[in-house]
């Protein structure tokens, strides 16, 4: 019962902020309702995996066999953990940026959370599919409606994109739905469907483009950097710190269980495409001077890591990237407040016409500096546990790859600690100059983020229990 | 039975009701209070008895669960259109009660496609169904291009009934009956296919297939539904082509047991193809949004052909929930669509800040019809191309072609929801001709619920198929 509520707050609070017609209203509507969230989920995470409460399943559509059943398990907890951890946090972040329309931006990112929430839970393949689209949408009215400049063009590329994605494992869907031994969406007759060698490898695909082009992957990943680049940035952290993760977590719930050998085969494939997109994309990190693009092409990095490490299918690997999932997740959101902050400050984004932050804004630069820091994974923060055991995965699968994708770390430090450097130290540049340090709230946001790197990255024991046994990869 | 009937004499209440009611808005009144008495009168019958009983009709109408689950949803259709178009009908012309009263008569003739049992009954449904629509499209008397479009529609509707008759000849040559039974029952023992029969079926497929507007039997489509006055294009590019699409299945389905082999899934599976890709590709370059949704009308008919292809429990299941949230989806955009100065897609702009509640309806109808979950067209779609895989799983390069036609779709339907919300109003030419009325938006919104109700609930729907 509890999970269904993790889905309906959102969605209500949603509603409700629409409807409110207030920005104010719906800033408050928005904030209680995912503190109410995360409240029922602490109370949720206690339960132990596997038992009996962490399950709901009611009938829906009884002639197709459509169950709403929902399913809470390891990475499931991770994943919805860093859900409504970050709500609350990006919406004290950007508590002051007033918006136009402001109730409609409240309450379409409460429905955006609602989608991913469904997305973590689900356990039916087409109610999967309906909260994979239902996170989509609105999503697409916030990038179209409060993005940049070329926000349309963009934001339709972005959509079109995730959009032929999930039609192609929409026909996977069909396909396997057909073959299941009892005709049900549920994941265990999913994972019961016999498929011959080649029929594996033709839905695994299917099924895999789809969260590729979320996660992204190269050569999927042209629609990101432009969609976060051209997004609000309080968009871009949901997108960026959540929406990448469904691939990720897809992956984990529906594509190893169903797909076992074909995942397996297809491994060294997957795994050299996502260490060249890591590589690719760090260099390209390097070159920028739009500081959201560099944070964008950082991420498509780190993804790749994750996905790589995942496909390994060994153990190191798989708890490192789900770790990694939850830490990812909120670093990067992070950054993303800082982008923020001083875009809205000087108005400018561009690293060669910033300078010399700090002097104005030392306590900014001390979380951001923290922030840089778990973006490179240095050992005390909670990135150095997820990475140390992606790359320990990696090298087990492989020492060519391993040795390679250690490289993304010298890359990262090279555009992280650049990044650093140009924006917060040097001489004040005239034209961007920054008036205060940053106000409470975005400071209160950074403060809970860094506590939250330090500690996990000191004492990262209780997500690995929340991990629990680990099921997916064998 | 009761939808054939009461329709039948409620068209004749409207003709008459022009001679004495002078006042327009009074007859779409009269208008709106048959269509509800027609549509409860369709769903008494639902779970019962008609309320005439004529057994001699047998032979010649049969009307299945189906049948009537089909023309409850064509006359809740009818009803949202009247009730949201009734005053763009009054300003079509001067007869406004002669308009209603010749679409009631369509309304019978599509109760008899529901029903019919035998093939004469066919010709008679098409053409009671068609004729007076040629008389719609003309309406505008002073429009050049109504005229053209009702001559033209005239012309190739004409041709495509002599095929249709030549076919039923043929079949009766080789058959020895126009009985729908007994045709497929001596089908079963005649093989191999007798020639006369085979073309007589190529025949009545051709026509059938100019009947729901499938490519290649399409051309007349786009001209005749951007000619013909923009509420009547709505009443022709939902209830007639559902009703067409249903009388397809019911020719197809337990006559021509012989031709159900994969012979006649190859024949369907290129109908389907070709009406798929014309339809979405063509849609993709229009700039007006009314022949964007004619070329669209198009591409959704290719889809709910799948259920000829299938022939089976999913595809008819399929169409009950496809055909009600495309109708409604169409009628309320050609709805909103007839109130405006602009049929460009740039007539939309703006349209969020000045209508809110308009262009939320809008958009569900938008991406009901383009397929995105939570909407009734999402579950339709989903259920056509299952019943597709269900049917015959060699097809895959069909099913993935009909899933990525809907994604080109999004292009074009996205385009209206660009406009209204991310695109700014330049001129100061309001947005629509008439002011629209304060119960409009709510009707919208009601409509718009009703779609989003099915496609997370589609059980409401689906029930009464299984009494």
């Known amino acids: ?474 | 039975m009761n939808l054939i009937i009461i329709s039948a004499l409620s068209g004749v209440v409207m003709m008459f009701s022009g001679l004495f009611v002078k006042n327009n808005r009074t007859i779409s009144y009269i208008a709106t209070a048959l269509i509800i008495f027609l549509s409860l009168a369709t769903m008494c019958e639902l779970g019962a008895k008609s309320w005439f009983n004529i057994p001699q009709a047998e032979a010649m109408l049969r009307t299945s669960v189906y049948g009537k689950l089909i023309g409850v949803i064509l006359t809740i259709a009818t009803t949202f259109y009247f009730v949201l178009s009734g005053k763009d009908i009054e300003r079509v012309g001067k007869h406004v009660a002669d308009y209603y009263a010749l679409m009631f008569f369509v309304l019978a003739g599509a109760g008899i496609l529901l029903s019919f049992q035998n093939l004469l009954m066919l010709f008679l449904g098409v053409e009671i169904l068609t004729i007076p629509l040629f008389i719609l499209t003309g309406a505008q008397k002073q429009n050049l291009k109504s005229n053209e479009a009702s001559l033209k529609y005239f012309l190739m509707g004409a041709f495509s009934t002599g095929i249709m008759l030549m076919g039923i000849v043929l079949i009766y040559g080789a058959m020895g009956s126009f009985d729908l039974s007994v045709i497929g029952k001596k089908a079963q023992f005649a093989t191999p296919i007798h020639g006369a029969n085979l073309m007589g079926l190529l025949l009545l497929l051709a026509s059938m297939a100019f009947k729901v507007s499938a490519a290649p039997f399409h051309f007349w489509t786009p001209d005749v539904y951007d000619g013909a006055p923009t509420v009547f294009t709505s009443f022709m590019a939902t209830i007639v082509k559902v009703a067409a699409v249903v009388a397809f299945i019911r020719l197809f389905e337990g006559s021509m047991e012989p031709f159900h082999t994969s012979k006649w899934q190859i024949l369907v599976s290129i109908l389907i193809a070709c009406t798929l890709l014309v339809g979405n590709i063509t849609a993709v370059f229009q700039q007006s949004v009314k022949r964007m949704l004619a070329y669209s009308s198009i591409s959704q008919a290719g889809y709910m052909l799948f259920a000829v292809f299938a022939f089976n429990a999913f595809g008819k299941e399929g169409i009950t929930i496809y055909g009600l949230s495309y109708s409604l989806a169409t009628i309320g955009i050609f709805s909103v669509l007839s109130k405006m100065q602009d049929i460009t897609f740039d007539g939309f702009n703006g349209l969020a800040r000045q209508y809110p509640g308009i262009a939320f309806a809008l958009t569900v109808f938008v991406l009901s019809l383009a397929g995105i979950p939570l909407t009734g067209g999402f579950l339709g779609k989903f259920y056509m191309i299952s019943a597709g895989a269900a049917s015959n799983s060699s097809y895959t390069w069909l099913f993935i072609l009909a899933i990525l036609c809907a994604a080109v779709s999004v292009y074009y339907y996205f385009r209206i929801i660009q406009a209204m919300y991310f695109k700014e109003r330049v001129s100061d030419t309001p947005v629509f001709e008439v002011p629209v009325s304060k119960a409009f938006p709510i009707l919208l919104i009601v409509v718009a619920a009703l779609i989003i109700l099915i496609g997370i609930n589609p059980q409401i729907l689906l029930q009464y198929l299984y009494f």
Request: one cysteine or more.
């Open chain 1, 1 to 474: 019962m509890f999970l269904v509520l993790l889905i309906v707050i959102p969605l209500i609070a949603g509603i409700v902020a629409i409807a409110s017609q207030s920005a104010a209203i719906a800033k408050i509507v928005g904030l209680v309702a995912s503190l109410a969230t995360l409240g029922v989920l602490l109370n949720v995470l206690c339960i132990p995996n596997g038992s009996e409460a962490l399950a709901y399943s009611k009938l829906w559509i009884g002639s197709l066999g459509a169950n709403f059943s929902l399913l809470l398990d390891g990475p499931g907890k991770i994943a919805t953990l860093l859900t409504a951890v970050s709500f609350p946090i990006i919406f004290i972040a950007s508590w002051n940026n007033g918006y136009k329309y402001g109730h409609q931006f409240w309450g379409l990112m409460l429905l955006a959370m609602a989608g991913l929430m469904g997305v973590f839970l689900a356990n039916d393949m087409l109610l999967f599919y309906f909260f994979w689209e239902l996170a989509l949408i609105p999503t697409y009215f916030l990038c179209s409606i409060w993005g940049g400049e070329k926000r349309i063009q963009v934001s339709f590329k972005f959509f079109i994109y995730t959009f032929v994605g999930s039609v192609l494992m929409l026909i996977g869907i069909i396909s396997l739905y057909g073959k299941t031994p009892d005709a049900s969406f549920s994941w265990k007759s999913f994972t019961q469907v016999a498929l011959t060698a080649k029929e594996q490898l033709f839905y695994f695909w299917l099924f895999f483009v789809a969260f590729a082009i979320k996660m992204p992957i190269f050569p999927l990943h042209t629609w990101q950097p432009d969609a976060y680049e051209q997004s609000p940035t309080t968009v871009t952290m949901v997108l960026s710190g959540i929406m990448v993760k469904m691939g990720l977590f897809a992956v984990i719930r529906w594509l190893f269980p169903i797909f076992p050998e074909a995942s397996s085969q297809m491994a060294g494939i997957v795994i050299t495409l996502s260490i060249i997109g890591v590589i690719y994309a760090s260099l390209i990190a390097i070159r920028q001077d739009d500081i959201k693009r560099l944070i964008a092409y950082s991420s498509i990095a780190h993804i790749g890591i994750m996905a790589a490490a995942l496909f390994t299918k060994n153990n190191m690997g798989y708890e490192g990237a789900v770790i990694q999932m939850f830490s990812h997740g909120i670093n990067i959101i992070g950054l993303w407040i800082v982008v923020d902050y001083i875009e809205h400050q000087t108005g400018v984004r561009k690293m060669s016409e910033l300078g010399g932050l700090a002097q104005k804004a030392p306590n900014l630069t001390i979380l951001f500096i923290v922030l840089a820091f778990a973006n490179v994974s240095l050992p005390l923060t909670n990135a150095f546990i997820g990475e140390f055991l992606m790359f320990n995965g990696i090298f087990q699968y492989s020492v060519c790859a391993a040795v390679v994708a250690c490289l993304s770390i010298i890359l990262g430090a090279v555009y992280t600690l650049g990044l650093a450097q140009k924006t917060f130290y040097g001489e004040p540049k005239s034209l961007a100059a920054i008036k205060s340090d940053a106000p409470l709230n975005v400071i209160v946001a950074l403060s809970l983020i860094v506590v939250m790197i330090i500690a996990f990255g000191v004492y990262p024991k209780p997500l690995f229990n929340l991990i629990g046994l680990v099921t997916g990869a064998n």
